[in-house]
């Protein structure tokens, strides 16, 4: 069983920055890919990066040069460095694992004010 807990979620000015972890649970995640994705009002979840065990990540295209997401295996946890954050970025952002099934977190709310 995994299980995936977020912070550091909060509001911030357009321009601004925030700075998301994720904490796991689980012996295995040193060899489990994790991921963000976000969900804005009224729209699907959305894919925002993901990094494998391996360290190699993927971003959304919206969001490359901006977030940089990384993970430190000693700790079990996950980072997503947000960067001149735009209102577009609002939304409720959740990590994600997965360990011979999907893991999601309960969610942290970032709200980006123009």
């Known amino acids: 069983q995994v299980q995936l807990v977020e912070s550091g979620g909060g509001l911030v000015q357009a321009g601004g920055s925030l700075r998301l972890s994720c904490a796991a649970s689980g012996s295995i995640f040193s060899i489990s890919p994790m991921g963000w994705y976000r969900q804005a009002p009224g729209k699907q979840r959305e894919l925002v990066a993901r990094?494998?065990?391996?360290?190699?990540?993927v971003y959304a295209d919206s969001v490359k040069g901006r977030f940089t997401i990384s993970r430190d295996n000693a700790k079990n946890t996950v980072y997503l460095q947000m960067s001149s954050l735009k209102p577009e970025d609002t939304g409720v952002y959740y990590c994600?694992?997965?360990?011979?099934?999907?893991?999601w977190g309960q969610g942290t709310q970032v709200t980006v004010s123009s």
């Open positions: 994600w694992s997965y360990a011979y099934a999907d893991y």
């Open positions: 990094i494998t065990s391996g360290f190699s990540s």
